[in-house]
Nanobody
Framework: QVQVVESGGGLVRPGESLRLSCAASGSILTINEMAWYRQAPGKQRELVASIPRLGSTNYADTAKGRFAISRDIGQKTVYLQMNSLKPEDSAVYYC???????????????WGQGTQVTVSS
């Protein structure tokens, strides 16, 4: 089994910053892509940023220039640094890990439980 846990959400004022973290644990052989998604009330879940094991990062247009995704392969952790936050960034942020499991050697997506980010004055 694999567990994925996010942390770092909270309430901030417009223009402030937050750093989200997401750590995976369990029967992991390797992690391919790591990604952050978000879902605001009444809206569909959307990709914010992704980072492959090898290759370039990818950002939603709304995140470009303000957010930065990074990963620590050894710690099986992905981060999302969010700067210049806006009220429209308020959402539940979810981490997704594409994991190759030790027990089955199969690739599978695992999601965290989500962390709330609220940007309000």
């Amino acid at each position: 089994q694999v567990q994925v846990v996010e942390s770092g959400g909270g309430l901030v004022r417009p223009g402030e910053s937050l750093r989200l973290s997401c750590a995976a644990s369990g029967s992991i052989l390797t992690i391919n892509e790591m990604a952050w998604y978000r879902q605001a009330p009444g809206k569909q879940r959307e990709l914010v940023a992704s980072i492959p094991r090898l290759g370039s990062t990818n950002y939603a247009d709304t995140a470009k220039g303000r957010f930065a995704i990074s990963r620590d392969i050894g710690q099986k952790t992905v981060y999302l640094q969010m700067n210049s936050l806006k009220p429209e960034d308020s959402a539940v942020y979810y981490c997704k890990m594409n994991v190759v499991e030790i027990t089955t050697l199969r690739m599978r997506d695992y999601w965290g439980q989500g962390t709330q980010v609220t940007v309000s004055s």
